[in-house]
């Protein structure tokens, strides 16, 4: 069974940059898609960012578009999310997922403020 | 952007009572393949999302047969047969056949 784990939230200035990791404990296709959801506190979820094929094929939401990265390490068994220039609405809890939400980490805490 | 509709957004329900949550979306699901990406997602408070149905009808492993899910088009609902203390939560149905892929607002769901 693949577990997901994510790290690297925590608090940052606005403007300032963060940068998240999952990593999966067991083997995933390069096939399968792999991305990142967020949750605003109180609020409902949304897919952020996705990514398949080794990294080539790419997604964001318009809301982070310009400002955040995704990529993925098929050899690590890994993804991460660059997220440069944040703002307050930001603030969220980032969840890793994969194959459309058959696998979903614990999520980490990423809060935007000064 | 793909909106969808959950309905009702909150639900009180008596244990072992049916329950039933509607959800539709702006536009039709069916991807070029053939399939419908239309899944069902249940948060319960202070959990990740864990996913209980999958392509508008399939119990992803470990599901119990008290859920199920059914719809075409831009109409689908997930039912609970018989609701026990565990299934609350919020319940989120979401769309994956186009990007960005969707979320409903989320059907809070307490016992009565």
């Known amino acids: 069974e693949v577990q997901l784990v994510e790290s690297g939230g925590g608090l940052v200035q606005p403007g300032g940059s963060l940068r998240l990791s999952c990593v999966a404990s067991?083997?995933?296709?390069?096939?399968?898609?792999m991305g990142w959801v967020r949750q605003a506190p109180g609020k409902g979820l949304e897919w952020v960012a996705i990514s398949r094929r080794g990294g080539s094929d790419k997604r964001y939401v318009d809301s982070v578009k310009g400002r955040f990265t995704i990529s993925r390490d098929p050899a690590k068994n890994s993804l991460s999310l660059q997220m440069n220039n944040l703002r307050a609405e930001d603030t969220a809890v980032y969840y890793c997922?994969?194959?459309?939400?058959?696998?979903w980490g614990q999520g980490t805490l990423v809060t935007v403020s000064s | 952007d793909v909106v969808m509709t959950q309905s009702p957004l909150s639900l009180s329900v008596t244990l072992g009572q049916p329950a039933s949550i509607s959800c539709r979306s702006s536009q039709g699901l069916v991807f070029g393949d053939g399939d419908t990406y239309l899944h069902w997602f249940q948060q319960r408070p202070g959990q990740s999302p864990r996913r209980l149905i999958y392509k508008v009808s399939n119990r992803d492993s470990g599901v119990p047969d008290r859920f199920s899910g059914s719809g075409s088009g831009t109409d689908f609902t997930l039912k609970i047969s018989r609701v026990e203390a565990e299934d609350v939560g919020i319940y989120y149905c979401?769309?994956?056949?186009?990007?960005?892929?969707?979320f409903g607002q989320g059907t809070k769901v307490e016992i009565k």
């Open positions: 979401v769309q994956d056949t186009g990007w960005p892929w969707t």
């Open positions: 067991g083997f995933i296709s390069t096939d399968v898609w």
């Open positions: 997922a994969s194959d459309r939400g058959e696998v």
